[in-house]
């Protein structure tokens, strides 16, 4: 579960309680020596420093503190390379690495572009009005100009543990709606707490787009919209059912519709829709290729001028409420229906979309652009929670409810021409995820409580579980992406943790060397879990590497040659993320996940729980079953391994 936790009034934070770096000491890699000096820079200062946070008033509980937040700081050159050169060790072989120590060398010179790159980041992070160096930039790259799929390649997915209490799509869908509506509540009034990490307030500006919003296929870069949650005519639920599209309005007169009417109003479309049979998929559109999503986007808005009504009711709607007809049971077959399901009974350009299927099975499916998972990991937490332990006022039972009219359908006007774009669209959607392959490990020999035992951070436990499986299936240690928050600053979003380290290449190929004694074998273990876990808060702190070479770069002029540092071999293999983690977890999900990056590797969305993990493999036909079984064996391999340094009463 996610615990928020609340804080005084105004208090000030060290940031080296982060490990934040300072001056990093000179060292030497082969025979190159690297020093602050060459960077052209000042080193940050080795003193601690202080952040005061002071509440405005006028934020409400939620916003309260988001004009004191701290901005993202720029790491000096000289400690961005260092960590590059140290995070790209134990990819490269030598002869490669002392190639890439002397370009490095030439880029932070006086003579190389290093400085001056820096020097336009330096006032760029300045500007009063840039509120995150690495926002704008980051928000266009990763997400609104790829043009990739969403779906399977940027959205994710949350499945929920069963409700025993509702067993069908009209009773869960309604319980999931207030409590959804009522998690929209304590944003539109700002009444929602924010989130805190190590007792600083995280940024909440990204809950904006949470509900209300969409994101639009537009030529070469997407953008998002955003709608007025008060304005009654965008106080809707947006309910598809056999590729069909009703708009329920969840307020009436100015009173929300209790779960019961709520119920009764979802019962009526799919008795409605029970006598119909499957319309032409209209959301398959967006599934596709964004620029063939944009193209289809404006054929649908030439058909008819009624359309683009429409479209505005579904992308100015609450969220989403998919009713479909699978009955998914096992682990996999729930993640692949929350993961793209058919390709045709959703709206995947709305950041929030529940779905709820025959047999009650329920989960969710998040539009990436604008939000990361954790704002709606929260969202989905919160929902699960008030329905099971009944914390959730459902209103008045259906025999006081009101006489209401029935859903209306959204008819679009279908043309020829969007008729071959559905088509096209649904046999592009159906050949990419052919591609895939997603395994699911729901991991139920210990959890978070057993790991903490061995003195240890959980995450990087689980983080070298992946290091030992990969290393035991290849033979090396791949380049590998975790994903570290940096909402402690404004607008913060996400940094690289590189997991893949020379301290864990030792370790993995100790493990299994029957020559090397088990405390020797410890001692390495615990040198990867404590590199990992610095490696992490530095990168929480917004100290990584990944970040601050993204920008130098996007300050490269046009038409000017790219530094040879981007161009390096090492740099394209150290940023090819053969192995794309990250973590969010709760007790009330069964699935969480979505795609790889890159065709050579695999997506690994993890849940670390009490008392149990979940490993969600995704890959294109790399065997993501031998992997999600390779993780377990590695998992119980180091538990046996670190339990022998436990007193008996404590093991296992």
């Not at 790991?451 to 290393?471: G, R």
């Not at 996007?554 to 973590?583: A, M, R």
Request: charge should be neutral; proline fraction near 5%; glycine fraction near 4%.
């Amino acid at each position: 579960m996610i615990h928020v936790r609340y804080c005084h009034r105004v208090y000030s934070a060290t940031l080296s309680k982060m490990t934040v770096p300072s001056a990093y000491p000179i060292r030497s890699f082969g025979s190159v020596s690297m020093n602050p000096a060459a960077a052209g820079t000042a080193t940050a200062s080795s003193k601690p420093k202080e952040h005061t946070y002071v509440e405005d008033p006028n934020g409400g509980k939620m916003f309260r503190f988001q004009e004191s937040l701290p901005r993202l700081p720029v790491p000096t050159l000289h400690q961005t390379v260092e960590r590059y050169l140290k995070s790209v060790r134990p990819l490269v072989t030598q002869d490669q690495f002392n190639n890439t120590v002397t370009i490095v060398q030439k880029f932070i010179s006086n003579e190389g572009e290093g400085p001056s790159l820096q020097k336009k980041l330096l006032a760029k992070a300045a500007d009063p009005n840039a509120k995150n160096w690495v926002y704008d930039w980051w928000n266009d790259a990763a997400y609104l100009t790829y043009r990739d799929p969403v779906v399977p390649y940027v959205s994710y997915f949350y499945g929920h543990k069963d409700d025993s209490k509702r067993t069908n799509p009209a009773s869960r869908g309604a319980a999931i709606a207030t409590a959804a509506l009522e998690f929209k509540k304590l944003i539109d009034t700002k009444e929602l707490e924010p989130e805190y990490l190590k007792n600083k307030p995280l940024c909440m500006d990204s809950y904006k787009w949470m509900f209300n919003a969409s994101r639009v296929a537009a030529p070469e870069k997407d953008y998002p919209v955003k709608f007025s949650s008060l304005d009654p005519e965008n106080k809707n639920i947006i309910v598809i059912r056999k590729n069909r599209f009703y708009l329920l309005p969840h307020e009436i007169d100015g009173v929300q519709l209790s779960t019961a009417e709520l119920e009764i109003q979802i019962q009526k479309i799919i008795r409605i829709t029970d006598a119909k049979p499957k319309a032409l998929p209209v959301g398959a559109i967006t599934s596709a290729n964004r620029d063939k999503g944009a193209e289809y986007r404006q054929h649908l808005l030439a058909a008819d001028s009624i359309n683009s009504d429409l479209l505005a009711k579904i992308e100015g709607a609450s969220f989403v409420l998919a009713l479909d007809g699978a009955t998914p049971s096992s682990y996999t077959e729930r993640a692949h229906q929350f993961w793209h399901g058919d390709g045709a009974n959703r709206w995947y350009d709305k950041p929030c979309q529940f779905i709820v299927c025959e047999n009650g099975v329920s989960g969710f499916m998040g539009e990436h652009s604008m939000m990361d998972g954790t704002p709606t990991c929260r969202l989905n937490d919160f929902v699960c929670d008030v329905i099971i332990n009944n914390k959730v006022d459902h209103g008045p039972s259906a025999a006081s409810a009101r006489k209401l009219l029935d859903p209306v359908e959204l008819e679009f006007v279908i043309s020829d021409t969007l008729k071959t774009d559905i088509k096209e669209a649904q046999d592009d959607f159906a050949a990419v995820i052919a591609l895939h392959e997603l395994d699911v490990n729901p991991f139920k020999a210990f959890g978070k409580n057993t790991i903490k035992k061995f003195k240890t951070s959980p995450d990087a436990f689980v983080q070298m579980s992946f290091q030992l499986a990969y290393y035991r299936l290849y033979g090396n240690v791949p380049a590998t992406y975790e994903s570290a928050t940096t909402r402690q600053y404004q607008l913060g979003r996400t940094e690289v943790c590189r997991s893949a380290s020379s301290e864990a290449l030792a370790y993995v190929r100790a493990f299994d060397d029957p020559k090397v004694e088990n405390d020797k074998k410890i001692a390495l273990l615990r040198a990867a879990l404590a590199a990992h876990i610095k490696y992490i808060s530095d990168a929480t702190a917004g100290y990584g590497c990944d970040r601050h070479l993204f920008g130098l770069k996007n300050l490269v002029e046009k038409n000017t040659p790219l530094p040879e540092i981007f161009t390096d071999k090492t740099y394209g293999h150290s940023t090819t993320w053969i192995l794309s983690t990250s973590q969010l977890s709760s007790e009330y999900f069964n699935a969480y996940g979505w795609s790889q990056v890159t065709d050579e590797g695999y997506g690994i969305a993890y849940m670390i729980n009490g008392n149990s993990l979940q490993f969600n493999v995704v890959s294109k036909q790399k065997d993501s079953p031998a992997m999600a079984a390779a993780i377990g064996i590695a998992l119980t391999d180091m538990a046996d391994l670190l339990e022998s340094e436990l007193p008996l009463k404590a093991k296992l």
